[in-house]
C-alpha cells in the first residue's frame, strides 16, 4: 500500500490539540511524581484500518520528546479486534497529559480510513476509484485527505486553490454551463478543469468542451450508463474528459454505480460523516 508523504501541519495541528486540551496546565497529572516513569499499549477495540501515526507520535514528542513508541503494526493495517497498535514507554506525566489528544487523532483518522477502505473494497475489481471532497472537518481537511488515501481512495482537489469546479451556483450564475467553462477557460489557471452536469445537455456542453473532470449528480442508473458511453465515444476520438458520479452515494449501493463503468465516484460521507475508531491506552506502572 502506498502511504501519503506526511502532511506539513502536522505539528501546528497537535500544537492547537494540545492548546485547547491542557490550557494553563494538566491538574490531574501533577498527582503523579514528577520522576514516575509508565508503560502503555493502545489497542484496538474493534476491526478497522489504522491511520494516525505522524498526528500521534507527534503529540508525545511535543510533550516529552524522550517518550518511546514502539508501533506493532504499519500506517494502513487492517486490525482485528484486541490487536496492539503500539507500546509507549516514559515519564508518566507527559503520557497522561497526552493520552486523549492521542488518541483522538488517531481514532478519528482511523475512523476516515476505516470507513473508505470499506467502500474501496466494496467497487474491487470494478476500475473504479473512490475519490473524497471537501466536505471535511474543520481545521483537518489534510489529516483527513491523509487518511483516505490510507485507506485505498484518491484525494479530488485539496481546496479552492487546485482546481476548478464548476457546479450548479456557478453554472446558474454564469448563465449556463457553457458560458461558465468559458469564463474559466479564459482564466488560463493552470489547474485541471472541471464541471459538475445535472442532465445529458450540460454532459454534451462538458465534452464538446473537452473538460477534465465531468461530475454528474444524481443521475438514474440509466442516464449514468449513457453518461458513460457518451465519455468513452469521447475519449476514443481523442478526448480526455474522466467521468465522476456524485450524490449520496451509499455503502449497498455504491457497487451498482461503479458497474456503470464511471471512472470515480467521489464520497462526502467517508469525511463528513465520521465515526471514531472504539481505540484504548492501557498504563501499567
Not at 502503555?40 to 507527534?58: D, Q
Not at 470499506?118 to 470494478?126: E, H, R
Not at 442508473?221 to 449520496?248: C, F, M, N, P, W
Amino acid at each position: 500500500m502506498l502511504i501519503p508523504g506526511r502532511p506539513r501541519d502536522v505539528e501546528v495541528t497537535v500544537t492547537h490539540a494540545l492548546d485547547e486540551d491542557i490550557g494553563s496546565g494538566d491538574i490531574t497529572a501533577a498527582l503523579v511524581p514528577a520522576a514516575e516513569t509508565a508503560t502503555a499499549t493502545v489497542i484496538s477495540r474493534e476491526a478497522a484500518t489504522i491511520c494516525g501515526r505522524p498526528w500521534f507520535e507527534a503529540v508525545f514528542a511535543h510533550l516529552d520528546s524522550s517518550i518511546e513508541i514502539h508501533w506493532d503494526i504499519e500506517e494502513g493495517a487492517q486490525v482485528a479486534p484486541g490487536q496492539s497498535l503500539c507500546r509507549l514507554y516514559g515519564l508518566a506525566r507527559p503520557l497522561l497529559t497526552g493520552e486523549r489528544t492521542a488518541l483522538n487523532f488517531l481514532q478519528t483518522l482511523s475512523g476516515t480510513a476505516t470507513t473508505t477502505r470499506a467502500f474501496v473494497d466494496a467497487v474491487a475489481g470494478t476500475g473504479t476509484a473512490i475519490v473524497d471532497t471537501r466536505k471535511t472537518l474543520p481545521g483537518l481537511r489534510t489529516a483527513q485527505k491523509y487518511a483516505v488515501v490510507c485507506g485505498g481512495g484518491v484525494n479530488h482537489r485539496i481546496g479552492l486553490y487546485d482546481g476548478i469546479l464548476i457546479k450548479e451556483n456557478h453554472i446558474a450564475a454564469a448563465g449556463g454551463i457553457r458560458n461558465a467553462i468559458a469564463y474559466a477557460r479564459a482564466l488560463k489557471a493552470a489547474v485541471p478543469l472541471m464541471t459538475e452536469a445535472e442532465n445529458l445537455d450540460e454532459v454534451r456542453a462538458a465534452l464538446e468542451a473537452d473538460v477534465d473532470l465531468l461530475l454528474v449528480d444524481d443521475f438514474t442508473l440509466d442516464e449514468l450508463r449513457t453518461a458513460v458511453a457518451r465519455v468513452r465515444e469521447h475519449r476514443a476520438q481523442g478526448g480526455r474528459t474522466v467521468i465522476e458520479y456524485s450524490g449520496g452515494t451509499t455503502l449497498d449501493r455504491v457497487r451498482a454505480i461503479a458497474e456503470c463503468g464511471v471512472d470515480r465516484i467521489a464520497i462526502g460521507a467517508i469525511t463528513k460523516h465520521v465515526r471514531a475508531v472504539d481505540l484504548s491506552m492501557r498504563f501499567a506502572g
